[in-house]
């Protein structure tokens, strides 16, 4: 019996690897697709809302996973951090959806901190998964992103700056999950006269 019971923990420890596995090729696979159809300048913002419970296929918050919020940093910091993009973490509504960053970050930009710290039900898995590997995490209150996407609907787009630009995935899944992803772009200001690109025509007297 406890020879079978043994065998049975090993089959699961393996299903849960390739459970991982999955999720990491997945979110891969999104965002070499989300990079190749957009471009953020070095020291941009990249915020990602990510619930690891709907990656599980349950409701938001009801089946948080460390393990699974690990994959998720460690796939989106592969990205980023060749590309010079800094990360923010959106956690969850039981700490007002505050963000994640490194405290350069926050110091950089100017935005002001809070004082609360991620926990798996209150900030969620993968804020604690990104609490644990930033160098000097601090809970910010607002930010205005470049960029980002959303890992199951965690409404991302009140930290992405105007005008957002909905970025199409072929690959928009992560386990249970469904992706959104977001890019933007300045505001294009004017009126009749105005331009958007600069040409010879720039240098003209045209009325």
């Known amino acids: 019996m406890k020879i079978l019971e043994g065998s049975f923990k090993k089959a699961m420890k393996k299903e849960v690897k390739m459970d991982l596995q999955l999720v990491s090729q997945q979110l891969q696979e999104s965002l ?19 619930s690891t419970s709907e990656i599980r296929g349950e409701w938001k918050g009801t ?3 460390l393990e699974v919020g690990r994959v998720v940093i460690d796939v989106l910091q592969s990205y980023l951090k060749p590309r010079g993009i800094f990360l ?21 930009y100017g935005l ?15 804020q604690v998964a990104a609490f644990q590997q930033m160098k000097d995490p601090v809970e910010v209150e607002h930010i205005v992103a470049q960029g980002g996407i959303d890992i ?3 409404d991302i787009g009140m930290h992405v700056k105007f005008v957002q630009i909905p970025i199409h995935l072929t690959h928009n899944e992560v386990g249970g999950a469904r992706i959104v992803a977001l890019s ?22 045209i009325r």
Do not use: M
């Open 88 to 108: 923010a973490v959106q956690g969850c509504e039981h700490i007002n959806r505050a963000l994640l960053v490194e405290r350069q970050v926050a110091i950089g």
């Open 32 to 50: 070499t697709e989300y990079f190749e159809n957009t471009e953020l300048s070095r020291g941009s913002i990249f915020v990602v809302g990510c």
């Open 152 to 154: 199951g609907g965690t």
């Open 184 to 205: 933007s772009r300045p505001k294009l200001i004017g009126g009749q006269r105005a331009r958007y690109t600069f040409t010879d025509d720039n240098l003209k007297d």
């Open 112 to 126: 002001e901190t809070v004082s609360v710290v991620p926990a798996i039900h209150a900030g969620g898995g993968t």
């Open 63 to 65: 089946n948080s996973s």
